[in-house]
């Protein structure tokens, strides 16, 4: 293992060198703000220690980054491939056009989480986030899963107004007993039967593992699936004939 100290370091310098490391398992101490960690590596696990900048992990094509503490906003903007774990909160727009891999925050996110999300064949994006969301949760969303746990939240809905707005793909999972308000009529909301249910088992237990949370607890809760409604679909954004 690597260590590599970032106080005072401009990021591309210390982007540069993480890059270059020759081991495959390299630790950031006294991160504070650089931006784009993780862009330009590859094969390797980076663990973060402090608080990265914005577009930590961006175009992510197969590096592990763990983050020990929050981070910023734009966090795995386009990523392909690989693993984002963090062990804090994170800001707006996680997972921007997130085409592969995952992103666990065990605590809360900010605003527009997982928008412009897609898929493709076999690649199917995951985003799980531990606590709650600001608004416009999915928006746009054109493919893969977002699961919204809600720990300590429990009495309340944990997601902001106006989730899957211009959600044309993909699936929102919420555990909660209370309606999310201001969904879009193109946006249907059913109560996860058990076969939805099994379906995110696995990705909610790896989820419970890493933040040493109790799966069964979780997993016995009420969820709430969103999904595009067919039958209302945004014509308006198309020509008649």
Known sequence: MITIDAKNKYYKELNREIADAPDSDVTVENVCGQRYIGTNASDKTITVIGTPGNGLGAYLNGVNLVIKGNAQDATGDTMNAGEIVIHGCVGDACGYGMRDGKILVKNDAGYRAGIHMKEYNEKIPNIIIGGKTGSFLGEYQAGG???????????????????????????????????????????EITTASDEDMDSIKGSVSEFCERFDIKAS?????????????????????YVNQ
Not at 162 to 173: D, P, Q, V
Not at 221 to 226: C, D, Q
Request: aromatic share 10%; glycine share 12%; net charge positive.
């Open 217 to 237: 607890d979780i997993l016995s809760s009420h969820f709430y699936k969103l999904t595009p409604n067919s039958s209302n679909p945004y014509t308006e954004l």
């Open 145 to 187: 899963r977002i699961i919204v746990l809600g720990i300590g939240y429990e009495d309340v809905c944990p997601v902001g107004g106006f989730c899957g707005t211009g959600m044309h793909g993909g699936e929102i999972f919420i555990r909660t007993k209370k309606r999310p308000v201001n969904l879009p009529a193109q946006v």
